[in-house]
Nanobody
Framework: QVQLVESGGGLVQAGGSLRLSCAAS????????MGWYRQAPGKQRELVAG???????NYADSVKGRFTISRDNAKNTVYLQMNSLKPEDTAVYYC???????????????WGQGTQATVSS
């Protein structure tokens, strides 16, 4: 079975930084893309950043210039470096990965359990 294990959430003051990590493990044949979503109280879940296997990235407009997504393919791990954090960045952050498991030919989207990031003013 495939699992995504997240870490790095916590409390930080405005202007501070957090680094989120998400490692995929299990019977993995390939990973096409990995990314981060977030959901703030009273808001819909939104894409924060995504990265494809070739290295191309996408960012939400609200985080461009402040957040950086990166990927270590050898470790099946994706990172989200969050700098210059604002209170409006407070949310539960969810890791996701589009994975073809061993023994299958179909891509499946997996989700982490979520990690809380809280930015105080």
């Amino acid at each position: 079975q495939v699992q995504l294990v997240e870490s790095g959430g916590g409390l930080v003051q405005a202007g501070g930084s957090l680094r989120l990590s998400c490692a995929a493990s299990g019977s993995i044949f390939s990973i096409r893309a990995m990314g981060w979503y977030r959901q703030a109280p009273g808001k819909q879940r939104e894409l924060v950043a995504g990265i494809f296997s070739g290295g191309s990235t996408n960012y939400a407009d609200s985080v461009k210039g402040r957040f950086t997504i990166s990927r270590d393919n050898a470790k099946n791990t994706v990172y989200l470096q969050m700098n210059s954090l604002k209170p409006e960045d407070t949310a539960v952050y969810y890791c996701n990965a589009d994975i073809i498991p061993v023994g299958l030919i179909h891509e499946i989207r997996y989700w982490g359990q979520g990690t809380q990031a809280t930015v105080s003013s």
